[in-house]
């Protein structure tokens, strides 16, 4: 039977696992979408937007999987409070372009719109990841 600080001390683990294994999976998904994004790329660009949408794609991509690879190579983030805030304050469907693109083109680009959800899907785990951690570390500093 598992007690409570044995589930805890566990989590953080499993869920680091999960990480490492949805960068691989987004690392090929990524290369799923190339015909796709050369056929984005194509299009023109949304005038008053800063970004087009696969540059948005990138900004979210280049953040995200450096906060998981942190995570992957030393199981910890610098600046672990202002992580947790950022991934917070990144939800990929709040990204005007992102959300116009995804919503409004139906039944087209199903692998982008994948690669998306499993992008923000990684969001979550890693702020899970981070607030377990912290919690670990709250409740080793209170034993000591």
Known sequence: MMTKATLNT?????TRNYITHLLQQLTDDYKN???????????SPASDEEFTILEEIELLTV????????????????????????????HVF????????????NGDYKQIKAYIRMLDYL??????????????????????
């Open 94 to 105: 709040d990204v005007p372009a992102i959300a116009q693109f995804y919503f409004v083109t």
């Open 63 to 90: 953040d995200i999987r450096g906060y998981a690879s942190q995570i992957q190579a030393r199981g910890r983030i610098e600046n672990e409070q202002q992580a947790i805030e950022r991934l917070q304050t990144m």
């Open 123 to 144: 969001r979550l785990l890693i702020l899970e990841y981070l607030r377990s951690y912290q919690n670990l570390q709250q409740e080793s500093a209170q034993i000591e």
């Open 33 to 43: 979408t190339k015909e796709e994004r050369k056929k984005l790329a194509s299009l």
């Open 10 to 14: 566990q989590n953080p683990e499993i």
